[in-house]
């Protein structure tokens, strides 16, 4: 077994005392900078000690592996979250290096290593904290490489989601409707035989008996183009009925909007209920092909737990869908997909 | 074809013409009630309606479907959701009556019909509903035969779930514990030997490389059982601990509750995060057996959307759990399991 290599912890940093092992460290494993010594960071360092390869020493006194945890707590509040996550990916081959200012750790592809480009940014995020769709826009938009989200259970474990924008885009033709529908309360319905007929050809409303039933999403949609509704034998205008459906389902316009924007990439979205969403979502004819995406609608303010968040997806998959938060709110909608990996 | 029969439609009944024809109705299909004549119930009628067996007048003036619809909607403001549940239910080849009152469905066993028991009283529910564990306590409670809720979609289909007080039990006995661990922040570590001997025999805590690594759930319940607790080298009562931990987990004190009574009932609870719950649970050696439950913590308070327990109860079938809720704040802990069937 090679000798321990004695590091002095000063601060949030570390000093390899012997020139030549601070080289060795970074040569062999990747750890440390160079800088006028060799300088672990306190995640590094407690890594190191945990693999007996390093002796820490603060003020002359050797510092074990709890007592180094402790420490180190009081530099990065976070620092068990964190440690857990590099352990991890440590663990399981990968160079993994913390990028500057302490944020994140940049992944390396396996067998890769500086001076090549990280393939990944990881963020470290302890089950227990908010999840924010605005936060993880934000922490895409500024990765300069994929995000990877390593989610840290209270039991150690981690999951680790990618997170990405995403294009969705499909095959089913959108076009205009005519004919009647009559709004009941939370639902409409409609007898007018040659609208039914057009309906069923685009998998839109679910016939019941001798009349075909309509959300009010599809509703809404089919009455911008064009289809007149009624109410107790009353016209509504689409004013009217927007301002009825919002009573029932207060974000109808933000579901609608992303409705709409789903029908022009000519994608077929459907209720996803059954899955805890706002829709699963077809690509292509739903009697030939299973709907490969759950889109969930949110506005930017939107906060949840990871706990949610990590059944969603978990969901999603086990019924091989893609989980999709479309985020209204900003100038245009960002669909954000996040799925689970294994590293 | 029969001929339809005549109704008329008077407030919030609907009274058959013809003796004979109401007599008949009752006879064949369990439809109405007898009193001076006979009586159909709104969702009975409209049924009927769709079906073509039943005429509906209103003041002389015959009444088409989608105006009956309108129509009982003034009088049974859900009417909508009750005869989608109803008509469901009837189409399926079922006997379903309105309870008095209206507020649910009896349903009875196939094949049988009044004067026999109902299996089931079935409750009718807008999945735009609030979730509220507490109604779904009550309604255990008053339903005289066991419950179905009916959660309808958007769309219109129909989720069934049977919601009844659940007692799981299992083979995992207590023990007590001796040792010690120290509290970093978010989770306790440790490296006696003795004490990390017995946590791996009875599957508490997780090892990780030379050391254990306990969430404050374990902890929290080690510590009650006699293990010592230190911070930064100083002791900790269980008062000073459990204060710590409740500002990273304001709900400790729930959880641990439920957490003790299910150790008590010989059950290893351990995190259920990847499920979106609070505790996936094992009835015995979980290198053995998987975990059949998972349980999720809720005071009786507990509001959420039918979308969010559509989704983790989903999700807990596709693991081949039972989803559970343990409601806690009444004089004693309330378990509710939720199952999906398929009438």
Known sequence: MVKAVAVDVEGDACVVRKS????????????????????LNLVETCYLIEK???????????????????????????????????RDLR?????????????????????????????????????????RIADIEKNIEDAEN???????????????????????KGEMEERDYEGKII?????????DEGLREKLREDFVGREIGEYTQLS???????????????????????????????????????????????????L????????????RVYEENPEKSHAPYLV????????STWAEVSRAVRLAHSVKKEMIFAMVGGDKTKYIRLRRITP
């Open 20 to 39: 030549s092992e601070g080289n060795r460290l970074y040569s062999k494993g990747c750890y440390g900078i160079k800088e006028k010594e060799y300088l």
């Open 52 to 86: 007996g390869r390093v002796e820490a020493r603060r003020k002359g006194k050797k510092i074990n592996l709890e007592k180094f945890m402790e420490y180190a707590l009081e530099y990065i509040p976070d620092f068990e979250i964190k440690y857990l996550v590099y």
């Open 91 to 131: 663990e399981r081959g990968y160079i993994v290096r913390m990028q500057e200012g302490g944020e994140s750790f940049l992944l390396y592809e396996r067998g890769k290593r500086p001076p090549a480009k990280p393939a990944f940014q990881v963020r470290a995020i302890s089950e227990r904290a908010t999840f």
């Open 146 to 168: 994929k995000l990877i989200l390593g989610v840290v259970d209270e039991e150690g474990d981690i999951t680790y989601y990618i997170a990405k924008f995403f294009r969705m």
């Open 183 to 191: 709004l009941l309360n939370d639902r409409c319905i409609t007898k």
């Open 216 to 266: 009010l999403m599809e509703a809404a949609y089919l009455v911008e183009k064009g289809v007149k509704v009624t109410r107790r034998g009353r016209k509504m205008s689409m004013e009217r009925f927007i301002k009825h459906a919002r009573k029932i389902q207060p974000d109808i316009e933000r579901r609608l909007l992303v409705y709409k924007e789903m029908r022009k990439m000519k």
């Open 268 to 279: 077929l979205p459907k209720t996803g209920f059954k899955f805890g969403s706002h829709f």
């Open 296 to 303: 969930h609608v949110v506005d930017s303010s939107h906060e």
